[in-house]
């Protein structure tokens, strides 16, 4: 039977490693899809279709700064421009992750009250939901290489980093199942062109460290030399 999420099991995670952000009572997710309207000549009614999406998300809670603190590496994040992974739990194992700039900090200051922190994030790339059981997705696209029949890969939002990830190519490759032993797929490393033949499909995936096995993954036609 299904059970509602509540905010005792929610939380709002930072990093490839997660850590949680401490003291945040309040997040906000928002999830968006531009829709294009399209007219012709003798129609009608107008016809719509979905086009790019975005997601953005916000935070409030209490300031609760420390040095090293994952406060202060959301501190870091904003002065520094750097594009963050960010996880919202609403369990230990289902969750939204996609990676994002920090936009704006603010700070709330007030003689009898706590200090407050809110904030923005703006994303970057996808954000995907992940729910344990259920195979995850991420968004991997393929551009030349610098040699001859290679090809470079590129994970949306650099959700990979600091995982274990394997890789397969052939004329048709299909995603895996969530849980399937990847044990004899590729290795891949981020940054590392594959050999790949042009029009042919790869798979890149996101695998247990211990296990191998397949927990995201992502198709994309070969764009090589």
């Not at 590496?73 to 969750?95: E, F, P």
């Not at 700039?101 to 007030?110: D, G, I, P, R, T």
Request: net charge negative; hydrophobic share 40%.
């Amino acid at each position: 039977m299904d059970s509602p999420f509540t905010g005792l099991t929610a939380s709002i995670k930072l990093g490839t490693s997660p850590e949680v952000l401490c003291y945040i009572s309040g997040v906000d997710l928002e999830l968006t899809k531009e829709i294009i309207e399209v007219i012709a000549f003798g129609m009608q009614y107008k016809e719509k279709v979905p086009a790019i999406k975005d997601w953005s998300a916000s935070i409030d809670g209490t300031s609760a700064f420390a040095s090293g603190n994952s406060q202060h590496d959301l501190y870091l994040a904003y002065a520094n421009d750097t594009l963050l992974t960010v996880g919202i739990y609403l369990d230990d194992t289902t969750y939204f992750e996609g990676t994002a700039f920090v936009e704006n900090l603010k700070f709330s200051l007030a003689a009898d009250d706590k200090i407050g922190i809110t904030g923005d994030f703006a994303g970057s790339g996808a954000n995907v939901l992940n729910i344990e059981g259920v195979l995850g997705t991420i968004v991997v696209t393929s551009v030349l290489g610098s040699a001859a029949g290679s090809t470079a890969v590129v994970v949306s939002g650099n959700l990979l980093t600091g995982q274990n990830y394997m890789f397969k190519t052939g004329a048709t490759v299909a995603l895996p199942a969530y849980d399937e032993d990847l044990t004899s797929w590729t290795a891949w490393t981020p940054g590392k062109e594959i050999v790949a033949t042009d029009g042919n499909d790869l798979v890149i995936a996101v695998v247990d460290t211990t296990t191998k096995k397949a927990r995201k993954a992502g198709l994309v036609e070969v764009t090589s030399a």
